[in-house]
């Protein structure tokens, strides 16, 4: 059973920075993804970015391409999402993701663990 504790949320003006944590218990494997996933008020939750344990494969949303930076530390088990550059819109609860699949996927149906979500508000 996998384990997923996320930290690092919380409110920040627009331009500015936050790093969310994603830290992982279980196990592990480095052919597993990493993923983040955000939801807004009243819409569908999206993806944002993903990241091979083995750091083979990254992908990003058109959205956050540019701005986010997924990363991820083998030896705490802890995955992270680095956003600048933040924008209103990326007002969100942030969720972290692990996927078993051999193959990356910006499908939330993909993933088999989630974290419990931490809110990022980003005030104009």
């Known amino acids: 059973q996998v384990q997923l504790v996320e930290s690092g949320g919380g409110l920040v003006q627009a331009g500015g920075s936050l790093r969310l944590s994603c830290a992982a218990s279980g196990r592990i494997f480095s052919s597993y993804v990493m993923g983040w996933f955000r939801q807004a008020p009243g819409r569908e939750r999206e993806f944002v970015a993903a990241?091979?344990?083995?750091?083979?494969?990254?992908s990003y949303a058109p959205s956050v391409k540019g701005r986010f930076t997924i990363s991820r530390d083998i030896a705490k088990s802890t995955t992270y999402l680095q956003m600048n550059s933040l924008k209103p819109e990326d007002t969100a609860v942030y969720y972290c993701?692990?996927?078993?699949?051999?193959?990356?996927?910006?499908?939330?149906?993909?993933?088999?663990?989630w974290g419990q979500g931490s809110q990022v508000t980003v005030s104009s």
């Open positions: 993701a692990q996927s078993n699949r051999a193959f990356l996927t910006r499908d939330e149906n993909g993933y088999d663990y």
């Open positions: 990241i091979r344990w083995s750091g083979s494969n990254i």
